[in-house]
């Protein structure tokens, strides 16, 4: 068996991020400052191992660096908060005491997800986690289960049986109930660094985590950061790119995580209603919005419903984000309220609300 991860989202002109499978302790790799050649700008850029991924930051202005050093410690934070593997996580803790109380942070994430579960008929659920550990996907050990495995654990799928109490902030999962946070998590975390880049007084710059890009502000030159959209066939090319201001720009795809077994491929996006990997009609999500965590969750979320129910989600919430769509006929689609910022070698549908 092998498994590739690989960056679905290229940041153009920008960073050249190259992802890797890692299961080593988190750290840093680099950070750099130098001036830059526009306006004599300081650039300040730091390279992190964490998430079981790398993540790039840049930033641009007086406090650059600062910024990238609060970011650097944001993100070891939350993946210390977070990790379903550390046992000094509130999530491993909570999956093995199943009743505990957590941070504001951990509540309103798990609080998100299942408002996003019900929402999407359950397409998206964070309590399929121990049937991702089943197929091996968090150690490693990659292997393809009976049927009868995943039905024993498949009826304790179902996050609308987490009891959250606001008042307490005490969680409450069910006997046989884990939940992992990954697909959401490295979402929430660009949000936070774009919030703590401004709150250091940087206005330009841009984070890329583990292909999840989010920008802040535009290029110091007043352009938009072009954010390369990978070809889910050929991870050397992009089959478009879209022009980013403030929003996240975040894609799910079959070809991210992934084992070969008996010349099969299955990859890490679990349908919840089958306890397999999603079967559905598409290669690849893009997800734009203003909101990392929304990203995030719904590149997922689509990804697993598939084409019709991905695009009629979409027009029911066209406010809350934009879709650029890759089926399995290599067809690209993409929601009208990015036309003027999308731009393609390649024929593509607009899809109108």
Known sequence: MKLKKLICIGLLGVLCAVSAVGCGKKESIKTTTEVSSEANTKEASAQVFAMDTYMNLKAYGK??????????????????????VDKNSEIYQLNQKKKMKVSDETLELIEFAKKKSAQS?????????????????????????????????????D?????????????????????DLGGIAKGYTSQRIAKVYKEDGVKSG???LGGNVQAIGKKIDGSYW???????????????????????????????RYFEKNGKRYHHIIDPATGKPSEKDLKSVTIISKNGTLSDTLSTTLFVMGKDKAISYWKKHSSEFNIILVDNNDKILISQGIEERFSSENEYQVVKK
């Open 206 to 208: 841009v984070i890329s």
């Open 121 to 157: 008929g359950d397409a998206f659920d964070i309590s399929v986690y121990p049937i991702v550990e089943l197929w091996g996907f968090p150690t490693q050990k990659y292997r393809v289960p009976s049927d009868s495995e995943i039905q024993s654990l498949l009826k304790n799928v």
């Open 159 to 179: 996050c609308q049986k987490i009891k959250i109490n606001k008042k307490t902030n005490v969680v409450t999962l069910e006997k046989n109930m884990k939940i």
């Open 226 to 256: 072009k954010v390369g959209i990978q070809s889910p066939d050929d991870t050397e090319n992009m089959i478009g790119a879209y022009e980013a201001a403030d929003e996240a720009v975040i894609t799910s795809g079959a070809y991210e």
């Open 63 to 84: 406090n650059a660096q600062k910024a990238v050093d609060d970011a650097k410690s944001e993100i070891e934070r939350l993946d210390q908060l977070w990790s379903a």
